[in-house]
Structure formats: structure tokens, C-alpha cells
């Protein structure tokens, strides 16, 4: 069902922006002529590169269980728990540097050469820990992950944009981010599978199942191409930017900085909240924390549904859910409540990701999307260090996690009241057909 609306729903979008921005049908049958020998994407190649997406939440995700028995290994080492931290989190800070620079790479250079050597070198740098005992060493090969892991999330994403139009598009994005947060699940339990069996460098096994992706994308994908007929006969709304929208990206890329802050709130600091409403069981902590990080993917459904909205309208629907979410978090009396809470506000963690993600992308030239999409994941990556530093030095103003959360909360519904006096101002200004889809 899933697949028949995404290949129904980019057939629409393209027929009625066709017939929207008065297109006619000879003018429209031309382009399509132009593009008649060339291979048309589906279902296999959204997969494929939706697929590695996945890989972005090895870095962190693989380590929850073996955390405790690195830094009991490395305890020795001068600063070996730092160290042991910084191993975990060094590819978040090379997704954060590189990714502008992996997306200049793709648009100067070519997109599927790039993605499938970085995803060889991936598995290979990923892997090698598992043989080494130096962590100086160990860190250097982290390095090399952040730099592959920054190349993959730019260039899967930008071929997305490449491949599939309008709605369809849309679907395929926003299904990254659910894919990225039930991967994590299934990715966690690996690590603390092979952690049994091998000790504190098992996990660094999981890096070699980016050789199995790679076959995917080598066998069902291939280079895309400007799509220069569709982009001069006005057809493909992609073509709007021609030049990179630095002031556009800005501001989109601030509203990001904030929603990142706020989707790794909860997901950092969710035992720890735990813990201080009386949980004190490792398993009783997974299991809540798997009832809330469920939201995300709920989420990423509710957008297929209103993804079409306005982006003010969007955005007041992210927010106040995200709002919520956090008060209730702040107040909540029992882990159960609390959560429940926290799924509140991972649904809208869920929504906001994918209306930001489509929002950037929508309306760059193929010529400049890969430096569109590159800009974006190093803001999103911005917010993951952010977000340790805001909640550490609000807990300590507020006497707390648990209000912290209520604070974060009121700051995220006054967000969605300013959302949506924008959605009404912006809706008396312009016609109905400003949607998410053609906004500025």
C-alpha cells in the first residue's frame, strides 16, 4: 500500500504542478521525450538509498551497552574515560565539519562514485578496532567513520531529491528519519550481542554490514543527471534556486539548530529522567525508552498525511506537540507517565525533522541541492553538542532535569504561537497554494 501511494502521489504531484503553472500538454510530452532513454526510478532505488541512512546511528547507538566495558578497559589510559567518550562521539563531530564539503564533493564531482566508495571505506574503518588495542589509533579510524558517515547521509539524501519529485519525495525524506530512529533499536541490540560475545571491540563488527548496502546501490542505482527540460519549461519546481539561497538556508538551518536541540533532549537524557522517578533496572530503563523513542516514526506517518500543509501550519503542529510533550515530561509523577510523555514529544520530534529536511531542499537546482543537503546535516549535527551543553546548564539553573523539561517545554509552545501567527499573517498575504511545496 505504501509503495502504490509514493508511485501514486509523485505521478499526481507532477501532473497537477503541470497543469498548475499552465504547462501544456505538448510542452509536457517534449520533456518527457527528452528523458525517454533514461532509466526511470522506483521502489528499489528509494530503498536503497534510504537504506543507508542507518548507518548514522551506529556511532552512538552500537555503544550503549559496551560504554561501561570500554571504559573499564581503557581505565589505565591517561584520561581514558574522556578518551572513551570522545571514541564514541568523534563521528558526529566529523559529520558536523565535512558535511558542507561532502556536498560540494557531490555537486562538483558526481554523486554515486563518491557515495559507494565512502561506504567500502566505511566498513573497513568502522571494522578495524576490532583488531586494535591502541585508542589513539582507535580515534583516528572514528575520524575516518565521521568523514564516510557525513559523505552517506549528504549523498543518499541529495539522490533522493535527484530521483523522485513532489510528494514522493517528500514520503521518501521524511521515511528517513523513522528508519534512522528503528535502526537505532535493532542496532543497539547487536552491539550488546556481539559486546557478549567478543567483549568491549565487538561492536565495532556491525560497521562491516555497509558492505551488504553497497551491493544495493551498486546494482540498482545509478549517476543521475540535471534534468535540464524539466527544470527550463518550468516543470520541476526543484529549479526555483539556481544560485545558493544563502539567507533562505540561514533561517532554515536556525529553526534546525533548535529542533535538534530538542529531538536529543529527550533522547540523551531519557534514563536519566528515568532514574530520577525510581527506575534503577537497566531493562525496565529500555523498554520506556523504546515506548518513547516510537514517536519518531509515528511521526514521519503523520507527515506523509500533512506534509502539504503551509509551513507555518507545519510548523505550529511541530512545536506544540513537541511542547506538550516536554511539559507533560516535566510534571509527570510515575515513569509510566512520563513515558508516554516523552512519545508525545518524539511524535512531534518525529514531524518537525522531516518538514525541515523537505523545507531545504525543496526548491535547490540540481546544481547546488548536494551543497543544500551537506549545509543542513552539519546544522543537525550542531544540535547534537548543543543539546548536552543547554540541558547540563539548565539542570543546574533549575535544580533539575524534570524542570528543565517543563522550561523547554513553554519555550517550544511560545515557538509554535509565533508559527502560527506567521501561518495567518502569511495566509492573508498570499494565495492558498503557498504550501509547504511553495513556500519561499
Not at 154 to 183: C, H, N, P
Not at 231 to 252: H, K, N, Q, S, W
Amino acid at each position: 500500500m505504501v509503495i502504490r501511494r509514493i508511485v501514486r502521489s509523485d505521478a499526481s504531484a507532477q501532473t497537477k504542478r503541470v497543469q498548475s503553472q499552465g504547462v501544456t500538454t505538448r510542452g509536457f510530452a517534449l520533456s518527457m521525450h527528452a528523458r525517454a532513454g533514461e532509466r526511470t526510478p522506483g521502489f528499489m532505488q528509494g530503498l536503497m538509498l534510504l537504506l543507508p541512512i542507518t548507518m548514522s546511528v551506529v556511532g552512538v547507538s552500537v555503544f550503549t551497552a559496551t560504554a561501561a566495558l570500554m571504559t573499564e578497559h581503557f581505565r589505565d589510559v591517561p584520561d581514558g574515560e574522556y578518551l572513551v567518550q570522545l571514541l564514541i562521539t568523534m563521528p558526529a563531530i566529523w559529520i558536523l565539519l565535512f558535511s558542507p564539503i561532502a556536498g560540494w564533493l557531490a555537486d562538483r564531482f558526481g554523486r554515486r562514485q563518491i557515495l559507494i566508495w565512502s561506504m567500502v571505506v566505511y566498513a573497513f574503518v568502522g571494522a578495524a578496532p576490532f583488531f586494535l588495542e591502541n585508542i589513539y589509533i582507535i580515534l583516528v579510524t572514528r575520524c575516518g567513520v565521521g568523514i564516510c558517515e557525513s559523505i552517506v547521509m549528504t549523498v543518499t539524501t541529495t539522490m533522493i531529491g535527484d530521483y523522485f519529485k513532489g510528494a514522493a519525495r517528500e514520503r521518501w525524506l521524511a521515511s528517513q528519519t523513522a528508519t534512522a530512529s528503528l535502526s537505532a533499536l535493532l542496532i543497539i541490540w547487536a552491539g550488546g550481542q556481539l559486546g557478549a560475545r567478543f567483549g568491549w571491540q565487538g561492536p565495532f563488527l556491525v560497521y562491516l554490514y555497509s558492505l551488504a548496502l553497497v551491493i544495493g546501490i551498486v546494482l540498482f542505482t545509478w549517476e543521475p543527471h540535471k534534468d535540464r527540460e524539466l527544470e527550463t519549461a518550468g516543470v520541476d519546481a526543484d529549479a526555483r534556486y539556481r544560485e545558493f539561497p544563502f539567507a533562505r538556508m540561514l533561517g532554515i538551518c536556525a529553526i534546525t539548530v533548535v529542533a535538534s536541540i530538542m529531538f536529543y533532549a529527550t533522547i540523551t537524557q531519557n534514563a536519566n529522567a528515568l532514574v530520577s522517578l525510581g527506575v534503577s533496572n537497566p531493562a525496565t530503563i529500555g523498554e520506556l525508552s523504546a515506548l518513547a523513542s516510537l514517536g519518531v516514526p509515528l511521526g514521519t506517518v503523520i507527515f506523509w498525511r500533512l506534509g502539504r500543509l503551509p509551513i507555518g501550519w507545519l510548523l505550529f503542529v511541530n512545536f506544540a506537540l513537541i511542547g506538550l510533550g516536554f511539559h507533560w515530561m516535566g510534571t509527570a509523577t510515575t515513569p509510566n507517565g512520563y513515558a508516554w510523555a516523552a512519545n508525545v514529544q518524539q511524535i512531534g520530534c518525529g514531524l518537525i525533522l522531516p518538514t525541515l529536511l523537505v523545507w531545504a531542499t525543496r526548491g535547490l537546482a540540481f546544481n547546488i541541492r548536494g551543497r543544500g543537503t551537506g549545509a543542513w546535516q552539519a546544522t543537525f549535527a550542531i544540535g547534537q553538542f548543543l543539546s548536552g551543553v543547554t540541558l547540563t546548564f539548565l539542570g543546574k539553573q533549575l535544580g533539575g532535569l524534570l524542570p528543565t523539561f517543563s522550561v523547554l517545554g513553554k519555550l517550544c509552545l511560545a515557538a509554535a504561537a509565533l508559527a502560527l501567527v506567521a501561518a495567518v499573517i502569511w495566509r492573508r498575504s498570499t494565495t492558498p497554494a503557498a504550501a509547504l511545496g511553495h513556500t519561499p
